[in-house]
């Protein structure tokens, strides 16, 4: 599978091109903040033609430029119900300190087509499959996105959005944020996941599962709860 990570420039937030090889038809994760001339710079040298984009959840730093995106190519754009509501208003999903950073507007529109994603579905997108795994608790409707390849070892490719980061977490103090939802998330979606797996998360380098297992502390921190009581002599 072939990767490409093409920074925004706002919020360090991680727009990822993914397609089974170069000059294919290829997938847009999370198109952010300024994104759009060097997203198009990336699809022209590598050949490759969107076929939709898929969003880890509905924050702006992750869907500013989702409209220019999906409207230039006629393609949809794929989020979780629960966050339908942040791509149509993202200032949902904002603290009051962060809509001072935007002067109070927010010169953002929502795409046309929009596609809803469900726990535990594969969808078939340009010669990908794509299973969607709902891990609330930064927002209410972030998803990560497991594809198979994309590293040299086998095994899949987690997109993880702002779910986990290498070293950390997402954030759960915004609207629509529920540390209780993100440890279960942490439990049930990502430590179950097997430790080659590779994860580009939504801001900052890529990891593993088993990396993060041994030194993310949020991570060690959920294992340490679930594990069972030592018992006395």
Avoid: W
């Amino acid at each position: 599978m072939f990767v490409a990570a093409v920074p925004a420039q706002a919020f360090g937030t991680n727009c990822y091109v993914l397609a089974p090889a170069a000059g294919e038809q290829c997938v847009i994760v999370d198109p952010g903040i300024g994104i759009v001339r060097a997203l198009d710079d990336v699809l022209a040298e590598h050949r490759l033609q969107p076929v939709a984009v898929l969003l880890t959840h509905g924050h702006l730093d992750h869907t500013f430029s989702v409209a220019p995106v999906c409207g230039a190519r006629g393609i949809p754009a794929y989020v979780h119900p629960d966050d339908r509501e942040l791509l149509d208003d993202p200032a949902k999903g904002f603290s009051s300190d962060m809509l001072n950073l935007f002067g109070g507007r927010l010169p953002y529109t929502a795409p046309d087509d929009v596609k809803p994603l469900g726990d535990g579905e594969t969808i078939s997108l340009a010669g990908l499959e794509v299973t969607v795994d709902h891990a609330p608790g930064h927002t209410g409707g972030s998803v990560m996105f497991r594809v198979a390849g994309g590293a040299a070892e086998e095994g899949e490719s987690l997109f993880s959005g702002d779910v986990l980061f290498a070293g950390s977490i997402g954030r759960t103090d915004l609207p629509g944020g529920d540390l209780t939802a993100m440890l279960r998330s942490l439990r049930d979606k990502v430590l179950t996941l097997p430790d080659a797996t590779r994860v580009l998360p939504g801001h900052g380098p890529s990891t593993t599962i088993g990396r993060e297992r041994a030194a993310n502390p949020y991570l060690r921190e959920v294992t340490r709860q679930l594990a069972p009581p030592t018992k006395g002599l």
